[in-house]
Structure formats: C-alpha cells, structure tokens
C-alpha cells in the first residue's frame, strides 16, 4: 500500500488512533509516575536529612562529652592539681601536652580562676589566631559550664568543653577544643551514608570547604554554589543539602549534609525502563491486536465497497459476501444485499419501462435504436445485409375518430401480435416506433429477402381484425433502408427507412425501398444536418419577428417567432429547405429550443417587458413527442426569468393527432407550466372542435388558405365565419393569418376576429427591429373601437 493509500486506510486510522490513545495514557501515566516518584524521594530524602542533623548534632554532643570527661579526668589528676598548686608551669604544660594528645584534642589549656589562660597545647600552633578565639570562646564556657562551644581556628571548626580544676575549691578550668573535621565527616558517612561538608565563611564573602566526604567534582561544583545553596547538580546528579549551623563566633561555619536524589531514585528509575519495555511491548500487541479486529471490520467494508462499485456499474450478479456474520457488520452486508436485490428488481423494471412499449408489450423507439447500434457493432456475417423496415398503418386516424381511442389501442395490440411472426432470425426485433408506426430489425442477405418479408406482412394484413361486431380492414406503407448501401449508422438507417415509408406513401406502394431520390432535400441537402449543426453552433441563425395585430381590444404587442439560416455560401435559407429536413432526422428538437431560447432572451429585456410583449413560438410533432420538452423549456425560463405567460405555443393539427394521448399528455403538463397554447392551421387537419374541446388550447389560427380565399367570394368566407363563432363559443380566441390588404383586415374585424397577421401588418423582421417597428409604424394598426 502506498503512503497516501495507508493515509486514508481506516485500518491504519483505527490503529493509529488507538496507539495514540494508549500511547498518550501511557505517557500521561509515566509522567504523573516520574513527577510523583520525584516529589516523594525529595520528601523522603528530607526527611532523611531531618535525621541525619539530628544524628550529627548527636555526634557533636558525643564528641564534647567525651572532651568534658578527659578534661575532667585531666581535672582529678593529683600530681596536675599539684603542679597547678605549686605553679609548676613545665609539669602544667607536659601534662596538657601528654593528655591531649592521648584523647586526640586539638587545643588543651589551663585557665586561672579569672578566666586568663596560665598553660595552653596546640600541636597545629597559630597561637595568635587561637588566643582570638578563646577570646570569645572561654566567657561562652564560663557562662555554661555543662555546655560545648564551636569556633573556628585556623580555618577549621573547633569543639571546646570547659570543666573546673578542684583542690578542693576552684583554682582554675581545664580547657579542650576537639577538631570538627575529616575523621568526623567519615564516620557520619560511614554510619548514614550521608556526604557531609565543613564550610568556613572567609570574612569576604566567601567561604571555604574544609572538611568534605564528596569526590572532587562535586566539591567543586559545591565551592561554586552561593550561600543559601538547597541543591546542587552534580555528575553523580541532583544533591539535596541540609544546612546545620556551627559556630557564630568569630568566622561563621556550618556543617552541610547532602543526599542524592537519584540515587534514591534509581531504582524507581530501572522499574520504569522495565514498565517502559513492558509497555513497548504492550503497545506491539495492542496494535496486532487492533489490527486485526479492524481488519475483521475494514475486510468486509472493502468486500462491500467493491460491491458498490460493480453496483455503480449496472452489474447486479454478484452477491454481498460476509452475510453470515451475526454482528453489525453481518447486518449492513445483508442489508447492501437486499438493496442489490431490490434495486436490480428496479432497474429490470426502468429499463422494461423504458424501452418497452407499455400499450403493445414490444420495445419501444429507443430500445430499437440501441439495438441498431449494436448490431452495426456487432458486424453482421459475411455477405448479409441490415435491413430497417419503418410501417406506418393507414387510415389508422380515420379509425380513432370514428370507434375511438380504447379500439385504437386494441387496434394496435392486435397489429403488433401479426408482426411479431416476421421476426424469427436471432437478433431481429420488431418495436412502436411512435403512433401507428412500426419498425422492424431485420438480418437478410439482400434487398431482395427484406422485400420479400414486407410482401409477407402485406398478405399477413389481408385478413380483417375482429373486434367483438367491429371488422376493420387495414393496410400499411413500408419503407426500407440496407446497411451498409444506404446508410453507415444506426440513426442514417433508421431516417431513409422513415423516408422510404413516406414515399411508399406517397406513391400508394405497399413497400418501397430506400433510393436517393426519395429524400426531399436531393442531394445537395445531404449535407444540411451538419451544416445544421454548425449553425447552431457559430451562430448562422437569426430570429426574426411577424407582428400580430388585435382586431378587438386595441393594438397590442404581439409577435411569431419565425427562423431565418444566413448560410455563409448559399445565403438566405428559405425556411422549406430546411425545416422539412430537420423535421425527418428529429434535429427540428434543438432548432426549437434555439429559438425558444432566443424569445426568452428577448423577453427579459426592459424594453420588451415594458410592452408586456407576447410571442408565439411554433412546436413540430417532434418537439411535442418529446417527454422531456416541458423540463427544458422550464429550464429556460427559469435561466432567463421569464414568465411562461409571454409565450404562445403553437401546434399544428398534425402533430397532435400523430400521437393523441402522448400529445394530449405533453399539452396538459405545458398548460399547467402557464403557457398559452394554439392551433396551427386549424382547418386543413382532420381534427374536429369537439375533440379539440378536450384539449387546454387557448387559442385557434385560421389557415392562410381559408383567409385568402375569401377574396374569390367562394365558401371560405362562411368557414372562417363559422370557425370564429364555434369558437368563440368554446371560450378560444381567433387568429387569422394570411392578411394582405386593408379589406381583408376590416372583413375579419367585421366577423369579430380577434388577431390577425400577415403582410398587410408588416413582413417578418429582424428581432432586434421588431419594438422599434411597434413603437412606430405599428402603432398605426389601432383596432376598431
């Protein structure tokens, strides 16, 4: 695993957190050990110093008690008495000499009853330093003859005990001054184990070290140390020191006895590096230990992210692992394999839903196009031919109006069940291409064989459908188109087998196969989708305007739509070259959302809003076929802020009865979206207003046939008439079109028509023209009061 992979690993994340954790309360845990292992040696270490002071002092008293019994046996001694009766000074000072000596006193003296030194030994001499001394030392005594006085001679600290000279009165004390000094410090090391130091203050703010028990470093690092010195760091570590004060006569001294705290500790120390080696340990098995149950979680998370994966992808077939698992994880696997259960469920019934006919049960337009597609991929076998067979059922309109659509749909059932026959190759399909038309998949050798089968279907339609009393004869037109000899993709195939069909239409052919001379746009035209598509896409489309004027309630601003094509070679496109064509491959989808578009553009400008501008915008048979148009168009208005209110959108009679309910369907969700709907060149269809009653239609537009017609004085004039009141009496305002002079106008103003257009009002203008043009000439066209 790489380093950015173990980053984002949740097993690494789990474990590393949890060896954070311990490591964090392991850390914790040595500290608070170490500081309360510290805190409790100094304390301990103190009380231990407590001690040792006492045990010095004691030592101390012990030493002069020892001086005062040889002074006092020094004191009983006969031939002493004598000699200081007598005034014997040499026998005074060879038995102070030999005394001393032999109880290891420093200083030995004979005082007189006034306190005057007679006699005094001192083997170190400095006579002068030591009469100084005495000095201080000897009124000391004589004030407390029991008690013991330090003071320091020569630099060192001295012990003196006094006791008197009987004979039997006093005639004079016996004096003795003891050393504190190394022998001392050594046996209190020896006895506590304590290190013990003699300072002497110099008199110049120094002091000086005397008598120590430390090794030579930390003496050194002692020396260094101020006065109130209460620790030391020393190599042999921190030195906690117990000051004990000797001597304030004369040149202040004191005895500093010192323990080390880690040595105390050490022990402590090497329970905690075992603790620590423990605990290293313990942490190796805590992360094993870690590892692995989060692996036991993480395995099957990995297991279940794989399987989302191929869930991501369509592939439903493999199933969750770890479903046997009685815990959570075991849970949430079994729920990921019911959902994968479920959704497969779901998506086997989208696609059924979406690629199968629901009226007839077989596929449905787009289910046939992929499977063209796939075919084309799939190369069909050595000298066989691809062969797309579009029917259209005739008459089938005439049969809706007349017995209605629940026949129709039966109609369309039965038909389906007489082609599926036609099928029995591997691969080939039948599917509802849309409304009455058909289209079937075919894998033939020839041309030959794909007529062949349209003969088959020919003869298969001869027969006559039984529907409880109703016989209906039927009969179709088909269109065919090969691959590879008329076509070289699946839309290319499927669009010359529609134009076939239309031709066989046309010509009142049963089937006809694809030939170049079919298509209506010749061969020029062959190139016009992608010239369509540039178009679009470098901006050779213009939007103009034809105003619409009110015959009834005043002049309002109102306008068609219309598309013009600058082509950058051929010019001015005239609409009937290319709109037809884009009508037959379906890209009249994105010419109308252009367009819809650019009205949207138009509408949201201040200009256009201040003249509560409404426009009409024309739909194909494709665009109302299309279950997403509404979404898209709502799209728009939603990008642009524009109400669905300014629009009018007109339908021909065509394009609705094509398809009715899908039709009738997409014009209920558009009436509900708030726009305005019409019927374009009302009268040249086959609809009737009573089934137009049915629909949320606003608005009829009278063709410009019937209005032109009313020149000749022929029956058009009672047409129009009487399309303008029946509709009026279904609550829908009437628009003429066709308006090319005055008097055609103030007739139809006569008839109580509501707008008119036409080039009487003004030709179609460039959109950017068309508010200046209503703001002047157009105001002109004032209705009638």
């Not at 090497?270 to 942490?283: E, K, N, P």
């Not at 017995?403 to 509802?432: H, I, K, S, T, W």
């Not at 669009?495 to 046309?506: H, T």
Request: proline letters at 4%; charged letters at 20%; hydrophobic letters at 45%.
């Amino acid at each position: 695993m790489t380093l950015r992979g173990l980053r984002h690993s949740l097993v690494a994340r789990l474990v590393g957190m949890s060896l954070l954790l311990l490591l964090a309360v392991q850390l914790a845990g040595f500290a608070v050990v170490r500081a309360s292992i510290e805190r409790n040696a100094r304390a301990q270490i103190a009380r231990e110093l407590d001690t040792d002071g006492r045990v010095w002092q004691r030592l101390l008293e012990q030493k002069a008690e020892r001086l005062r019994q040889g002074s006092a046996l020094l004191a009983a001694d006969y031939g002493f008495r004598s000699a200081v009766s007598s005034g014997d000074t040499q026998t005074i000072e060879s038995a102070l000499e030999n005394h001393g000596a032999r109880i290891g006193a420093a200083v030995t003296a004979l005082l007189d009853t006034r306190l005057a030194v007679r006699a005094i030994s001192s083997p170190g001499g400095g006579m002068k330093q030591l009469s100084a001394t005495l000095a201080q030392v000897v009124p000391a005594l004589a004030a407390e003859p029991a008690g013991s006085q330090i003071a320091v001679v020569n630099g060192l600290p001295h012990q003196f005990v006094m006791v008197p000279l009987r004979a039997p009165l006093v005639i004079g004390w016996v004096l003795m001054g003891f050393p504190v000094g190394q022998p001392l410090a050594e046996e209190m090391r020896q006895l506590l184990a304590v290190d013990v130091a003699v300072r002497v203050a110099d008199g110049k703010g120094g002091f000086s070290v005397p008598v120590s028990t430390l090794p030579e470093a930390s003496l050194k690092t002692l020396r260094a140390a101020g006065s109130g010195v209460g620790e030391i760091e020393t190599q042999r570590g921190t030195l906690l020191v117990r000051r004990s004060a000797l001597s304030h006569l004369g040149a202040p001294s004191e005895a500093l006895l010192l323990r080390s705290v880690d040595e105390l500790v050490a022990p402590y120390r090497q329970l905690q590096w075992l603790l620590a080696v423990i605990t290293a340990a313990g942490l190796l098995l805590f992360a094993l230990g870690s590892s692995a149950m989060a692996r036991r979680v993480t395995t099957p998370l990995r297991a279940l992210l794989v399987a989302t994966r191929l869930l991501s992808k369509g592939n439903y077939s493999v199933p969750m692992e770890h479903t046997g698992r009685n815990d959570e994880v075991g849970d949430l696997a079994r729920s990921f394999d019911h959902m994968r259960l479920d959704i497969a469920r779901q998506q086997s019934e989208i696609r059924d839903l979406a690629y199968r006919d629901r009226l007839t049960g077989v596929p449905n337009r787009e289910r046939f196009r992929g499977a063209v597609m796939d075919a084309l991929r799939t190369d069909p076998v050595l000298g066989h031919r691809l062969a797309v067979l579009v029917l259209d059922l005739d008459r089938f309109k005439h049969v809706n109006d007349v017995l209605g659509y629940a026949f129709g749909d039966r109609l369309l059932q039965a038909v389906a069940g007489r082609l599926q026959p036609m099928v029995g190759e591997p691969g080939d399909m039948l599917a509802r291409h849309g409304g009455n038309e058909f289209a079937l998949l075919l894998h033939v050798t020839d041309a030959q064989a794909a007529l062949q089968i349209a003969e088959r279907i020919a003869r298969a339609f001869e027969t006559p459908l039984h529907f409880d009393d109703q016989t209906v004869d039927l009969s179709a037109s088909m269109g065919i188109a090969l691959w590879p000899d008329h076509a070289v993709d699946a839309d290319m195939l499927i669009n010359r087998a529609e134009i076939a069909m239309y031709g066989a239409k046309k010509r009142l052919a049963v089937a006809l196969l694809y030939d170049p001379a079919l298509d209506s746009s010749s061969a020029q035209t062959l190139s016009l989708l992608g010239d369509l598509r540039r178009a679009v896409e470098q901006g050779e489309l213009r939007l103009y305007l034809q105003p619409k004027v009110a015959l009834q309630r005043g002049a309002g601003a109102a306008a068609e739509a219309l598309l013009r094509w600058q082509h950058p070679q051929r010019g001015l496109v005239p609409p009937m070259e290319f709109i037809p064509f884009a009508e037959q491959t379906g890209f009249v989808r994105q010419l109308t959302l252009w367009v819809f578009e650019q009205v949207a553009m138009l509408l949201a400008q201040s200009l256009a809003r201040t003249a509560d501008l409404h426009i009409s915008v024309n739909l194909s048979t494709r665009d109302l076929l299309d279950p997403e148009l509404s979404l898209r168009l709502g799209a728009i208005l939603e990008r642009y802020q524009v109400s669905a209110g300014s629009f009018c959108l007109e339908i021909t009679e065509s394009a609705i009865m094509d398809d009715p309910q899908r039709a009738e369907a997409m014009l209920n969700r558009l009436a509900q979206q708030g726009f305005k709907l019409s019927i374009d060149d009302f009268g040249t269809g086959y609809s009737s207003l009573a089934y137009l009653k049915r629909l949320p239609v606003n608005e009829l537009k009278i063709d410009k046939s019937f209005v032109l017609g009313m020149q000749s004085g022929g029956g058009d004039a009672q047409i129009v008439r009487s399309t303008i009141d029946l509709a009026h009496n279904l609550g829908l305002t009437v628009v003429a079109e066709g308006v090319e002079d005055a008097a055609l106008m103030e007739r139809l103003r006569a008839m109580a028509c509501d707008e008119a257009q036409g080039y009487h009002i003004s030709r179609p203008l460039p959109a950017e023209q068309f508010l200046g043009w209503h703001a002047g000439p157009g105001a002109a066209f004032v209705a009638a009061p």
